[in-house]
């Protein structure tokens, strides 16, 4: 059991109202208070970006905007936490190329 | 400036139960958290709480965070602020936030830090893969989101938390395959550990991850066996099908803020790592700042909740005048009790490094005496466990080992008598004998070791000298390779005299070197040729690598640099410098101080 | 520790290291270096890492030049890529009254063979089309000056030194200079004591205690600059930026990051100083609107540094008359960085042969302070 929990012993999850956002041009949904990390996991997407020296893949680690490893695109800024950063309606993230264009 | 009597930073049990405390003591009191509601990691907790009644005990540990919240919204005299991050704590006790993308800037009379604390990293083979997630963000994901990362699981690390892990994935209906850790023997407590056994999940002692296998993402792992020495077993490696681990090997405190106030820090394992010296009231080196919870040691929610009460009622008599003395004693007594245990040991000590006393049942002193023959080729026994055994007292040719009637008696050596010969470092079965001789004259060492690998080194050949856990130490240079029949054979090899005690193991040098820094992809390997090169200063190993100065600021790094450093120097981590800590906390944007600082 | 020496150099940031590094180049044997914290502890270590040669003094132009033709060959001379890149220096006017300065200055400077000229706005923005050039009325240009990654410098240095056998000593401070009967004999750390009769002065930030210790009253001191770096993204800027008027200086590094700095109102006098939060705020508002691709930039660290003030904002670099051989290259004034491999130079020579050979520095002793008007280095943030 992948993705969104349905049915758990002991929480229960209050998803808030359903919302649209597009990771690399494509349509996601996502329920509004998922930050951009949990809602990408959501759909099974776990490589965030891929790192600027070695090019190696990269994704959540700790989840609380404490180490980086999560920096993504978010509407045409770079370097921005997506374990931080609440989804909003058609916002538009990418996998971080390289360091981050800002021109 | 908006002026406030006390200001908390961290909103988790410890600030949350300081910030009732000052509150019901008429300080207008304000809480800094990062997070969109308070609770810290209580958030996260589904499981009951152990403890006393009094401090909500077997009640599940968000549960406690909602009643704390409930107490604090009907306290007129606490302000909450949620979002809010603090980034720096600067001069005249002006902390500084960010908010809705905003700077505000307020001061108060007394700071109480309650940051907690944050995971310890694990350097593995591709320990940076997507799917390679520490077990907080595991927890942030399944139980505050609803969101599960993946199917198939592998948990490091069998202390509370990553067995608390285990159960409550199981819970969400995905699959634990094991939970290895390195230890003879289980982190947590037994019942966590009892409870994940019955639900068929295997705890697999002395064992560890060697890697992380997967392209983009992880699609395995492998995992081996690890002797006593820490060393992975070769033979006994073998892969598990996972799609995602989770590393669970301790927590270090987040002293940053502290430090930026001016408390010193010292490095004290037993409590976690760095954490900020402070009296038996929570008081640290500056007067005005207290701390409490996680921050000052990696314990539980319930003692993090007393010592924020302590350090409100000292803040409250500071402020106002309150007569908190009472009160005082009363939770110290509390405390005490709680900390009396015997998995309280850890903590304990960590306390009286820092001159508080809770009474620990004291050690009796061995007093070792070794007689050093420097400079002369002879054995040297690295055998202190009782094991009753005598083959190299037998195996002696010049009668130079001496174990006498009782086999569990420790071998001695008579130098004297030694010729070098090396009967005894092949007859050993416990592989705990070892030839050295110290070449003076050019500051080296040579060391024969008991050689059972495939292939065997030869004469001249570079390789990696080994620690007693298997960590690199420095470069050696084999000498001779002496074959015995019984296939245990002794390679003899050079290197710098510092190391005579440091390595005990030769190995061909590794291709592969995991990642150390994420934020600057600097790896292990770097980071030794650096020091290797004679850079042995932290401050100058950061500079030339970029360790640490990434935007996590060192946080999940630093320790490791550290631990690194440590042990190709000999230098304990106590003994080395730490860098400073700098605002910001987390990286800011521009905009943020676009405005100049709007008060709150 | 060596109990003799013949040169002690006190202080082990790019001055003395540089120092130590030419006289080992000279074949001096026996040079000691003291430095009381790690290697790029002190200034070196927290600035901004410009190489500019736009300076409104001949001599700082001269000596700038110097250093370049030495920064070009680093890594072959000292063995570390330090990160050198030459982008260029652009320094921006405001109004007429600064233009026709910076006219001037660019008389000065090209009279020194300096590769600089005057550029319009227009010529600015095709150069940096994502600038905003808001009141900017023109600016001048030099191609060749760029920046290098000073903590590396510093530490390249202090390795190579080792290397060439020069006894470097960190984490061991000087607590005095043994003088008698006018002749210096000696110097005492807090590690021991060590016999020289020659001491060189290199010690930034502390550049007036340490002079004291000769009992020497050397005219310096102290104060704080503030300094910000950013996570790095892609290169887009190539040049260091000044702007004299909204005061602040800004390079992207080789790295990605942008370093950035100004001067405070009123700086703190003394070191370590520590950092505040209206730095951040006052440079901000600046940044933004000048590079607005920076709104969203995020801030990594801030902290501070000392910069050792002269009166003329010039170095001081000299030998004292009234004991013998005390010798001293301190008062940077906020440029020693880039100065570091030609004062090295001139430096070794002097403990050498008694006075510089490659360039005269004669000009940079302390009697030009006595009595006579003092011209000012004015290009300085
Ligand atoms: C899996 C797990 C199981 C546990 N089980 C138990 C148990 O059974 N029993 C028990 O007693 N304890 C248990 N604990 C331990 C307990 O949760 C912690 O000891 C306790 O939460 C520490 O409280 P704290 O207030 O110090 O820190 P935290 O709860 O960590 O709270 C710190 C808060 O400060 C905030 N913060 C940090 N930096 C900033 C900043 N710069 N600006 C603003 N806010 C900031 C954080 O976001 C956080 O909200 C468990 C912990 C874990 C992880
Ligand atoms: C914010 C900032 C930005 C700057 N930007 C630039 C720039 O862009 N370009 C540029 O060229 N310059 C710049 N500078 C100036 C430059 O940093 C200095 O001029 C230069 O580093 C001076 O080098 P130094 O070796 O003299 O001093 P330092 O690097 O300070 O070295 C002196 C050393 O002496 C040691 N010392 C002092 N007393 C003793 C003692 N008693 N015993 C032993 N050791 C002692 C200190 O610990 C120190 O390490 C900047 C400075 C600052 C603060
Ligand atoms: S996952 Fe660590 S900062 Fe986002």
């Known amino acids: 059991m992948e993705g969104r929990i349905e049915q758990h012993p002991i929480l229960q999850f209050k998803r808030k109202k359903k919302i649209k956002f597009y990771f690399e041009d494509r349509e996601i949904e996502a329920f509004e208070g998922e930050t951009v990390a949990a809602a990408l996991h959501a759909a099974g997407i776990r490589v965030l970006r891929h790192t600027p020296n070695l090019g190696r893949p990269a994704g959540l680690f700790c989840a609380i905007g404490k180490c980086s490893s999560c920096l993504m695109e978010i509407d045409g800024i770079p370097n921005v936490r997506s374990c931080m950063t609440k989804v909003k309606e058609g916002m538009r993230v990418r996998r971080q190329k390289g360091k981050g264009d800002v021109l | 400036m908006n002026l406030y009597q006390a200001v908390i930073i961290g909103g988790g049990p410890a600030g949350m139960m300081g910030a009732i405390t000052l509150g019901n003591h008429g300080v207008k009191t304000i809480i800094l958290d990062e997070n969109e509601s308070i609770g810290g990691q209580l958030v996260k907790q589904t499981h009951k709480f152990f403890g006393d009644h009094a401090h909500y005990a077997s009640t599940r540990g968000f549960e406690i965070a909602q009643k704390l919240d409930e107490e604090i919204s009907k306290n007129k005299n606490i302000e909450v602020e949620n979002n809010a991050t603090v980034i720096g704590i600067y001069p005249n006790n002006t902390v500084v936030y960010t908010k809705d993308g905003q700077e505000h800037k307020i001061q108060a009379k007394k700071i109480l830090i309650a940051t907690g604390a944050m995971e310890k990293q694990l350097p593995f083979i591709n320990s940076d893969l997507p799917g390679v997630y520490g077990a907080g963000a595991v927890q942030t994901l399944m139980n505050e989101y609803g969101i599960m990362p993946g199917k198939r699981f592998l948990i490091i690390g069998s202390g509370n938390i990553g067995l608390i892990l285990a159960y409550q994935l199981i819970q969400a209906g995905v699959e634990v395959r094991a939970i290895v850790e390195a230890l003879g023997k289980v982190g947590g407590y037994d019942v966590h550990a009892n409870k994940v056994k019955r639900l068929g999940v295997p705890i697999l002692l002395n064992h560890t991850i060697v890697k992380a296998i997967g392209d983009e993402s ?63 009231r929570m008081r640290t080196t500056n007067p005005d700042v207290f701390i409490a919870g996680d921050l000052s040691s990696i314990e539980e929610a319930t003692t993090a909740m007393i010592e924020g009460k302590i350090a409100a009622l000292e803040m409250a008599r500071d402020i106002n005048g309150s007569d908190t003395k009472e009160e005082i004693e009363e939770e110290l007594r509390t405390l005490a009790l709680f900390r009396s245990g015997p998995k309280s040991v850890k903590i304990r000590s960590g306390l009286e490094k820092m001159g508080i006393k809770i009474s620990i049942p004291t050690k009796p002193i061995i007093n070792e005496k070794k007689e050093d023959v420097i400079g002369k080729l002879r054995a040297v026994l690295e055998c202190d466990e009782e094991i009753p055994c005598n083959s190299c007292e037998a195996s002696c040719p010049f009668g130079a080992i001496h174990i006498g009637e009782n086999l569990n008696s420790t071998p001695v050596l008579d130098a004297e008598k030694c010729t070098g010969c090396g009967t005894c470092v092949n007859a050993c079965p416990g592989l705990a004998i070892f030839m050295m001789k110290e070449n003076e004259e050019e500051s080296t060492v040579t060391l024969g070791i008991p050689y059972e690998l495939l292939p065997l080194p030869e004469k001249g050949q570079k390789m990696w000298g080994l620690s007693k856990e298997g960590n690199y130490v420095c470069d050696v240079t084999v000498e001779r390779v002496v074959k015995y029949p019984n296939k245990t054979n002794i390679v003899y090899a050079k290197f710098p005299i510092e190391f005579k005690d440091t390595v005990r193991h030769f190995a061909f040098p590794k291709k592969e070197s995991p990642i150390v820094c994420r934020c600057e992809e600097v790896s292990l390997e770097q980071i030794e040729k650096v020091i290797d090169s004679g850079v042995t200063d932290f401050e100058e190993i950061k500079r030339l690598t970029r360790v640490t100065m990434g935007p996590c600021g060192g946080k999940n790094c630093k320790l490791v640099v550290l631990g690194i450093l440590s042990r190709k120097t000999g230098v304990p981590i106590s003994k080395l410098s730490h860098g400073t800590s700098r605002p910001p906390v987390k990286p800011v944007e521009f905009s943020v101080f676009k405005k100049g600082g709007d008060d709150k | 520790m060596k109990s003799n020496a013949s040169v002690v150099i006190i202080g082990g940031g790019i001055i003395g290291t540089s120092i130590a590094f030419n006289l080992a180049k000279l074949g001096v044997k026996d040079v000691v270096v003291f430095e009381k ?30 250093s370049v033709e030495l920064f070009k060959r680093f890594k072959e001379d000292v063995g570390m890529d330090i990160e050198y890149y030459q982008g260029g220096y652009l320094l921006l006017a405001y109004d007429e009254k600064e233009m026709a300065d910076f006219e001037n200055n660019v008389k000065i400077q090209k009279n020194e063979g300096l590769d600089v000229e005057l550029v319009t706005p227009k010529e600015i923005h095709e150069k940096f089309p994502f600038m905003d050039l808001e009141g900017v009325v023109g600016g001048t240009w030099c191609p060749s000056d760029g920046h290098a990654n000073p903590q590396i410098a510093n530490i390249a240095y202090a390795l190579k030194i080792k290397e060439m056998g020069v006894d470097l000593n960190t984490h061991t401070e000087v607590k005095g200079i043994d003088v008698q009967n006018g002749k210096i004999v000696g110097v005492e750390t807090d590690k021991g004591y060590v016999k020289t009769n020659v001491v060189v002065n290199a010690a930034g930030g502390f550049s007036h205690e340490v002079g004291k210790m000769a009992g020497v009253d050397i005219p310096t001191y102290s104060e704080r600059h503030q300094i910000l770096v950013t996570e790095a993204i892609n290169h887009v800027l190539d040049p260091m930026v000044i702007s004299f008027k909204k005061n602040y200086y800004v390079r992207q590094t080789m790295h990605g990051s942008f370093i950035m700095g100004q001067s405070d109102k009123e700086p703190a006098r003394g070191n370590d100083l520590g950092h505040t939060v209206e730095f951040l705020e006052e440079m901000a508002p600046k940044m933004v609107h000048d590079f607005p691709f920076m709104n969203h930039l995020h801030i990594v660290r801030q902290w501070s540094g000392a910069y050792n003030v002269s009166p003329d904002a010039q170095p001081i670099i000299d030998e004292a008359d009234n004991i013998s051989r005390f010798i001293f290259a301190v008062g940077f004034s906020g440029h020693g960085f880039m100065l570091a491999p030609a004062v090295g130079e001139a430096v ?15 000009n940079l002793k302390m009697e030009r302070f006595k009595g006579k008007k003092i011209s000012k280095e004015r290009n300085v943030v």
């Open chain 3, 348 to 362: 070794a020579e002097m403990v050498v042969y008694g006075k510089s050979k490659t360039m005269d520095i004669s």
């Open chain 3, 37 to 66: 914290s790690y290697i790029s502890s002190g200034s070196t270590g927290r600035c901004g890492g410009g190489i500019r040669q736009q300076w409104t003094s001949p001599m700082n132009v001269r000596l700038a030049m110097r």
């Open chain 2, 218 to 280: 992880v699609q395995g792992a492998i995992i081996a066996k690890i002797d006593d020495k820490f060393q992975t077993i070769p033979g006994t490696e073998r892969e598990m099908v996972v799609d995602t681990i989770a590393i669970s090997v301790g927590l270090t405190p987040l002293t940053e803020l502290a430090e930026q106030a001016g408390c010193k820090v010292e490095f004290i394992p037993e409590l976690g790592g760095y954490v900020p010296i402070r009296d038996e």
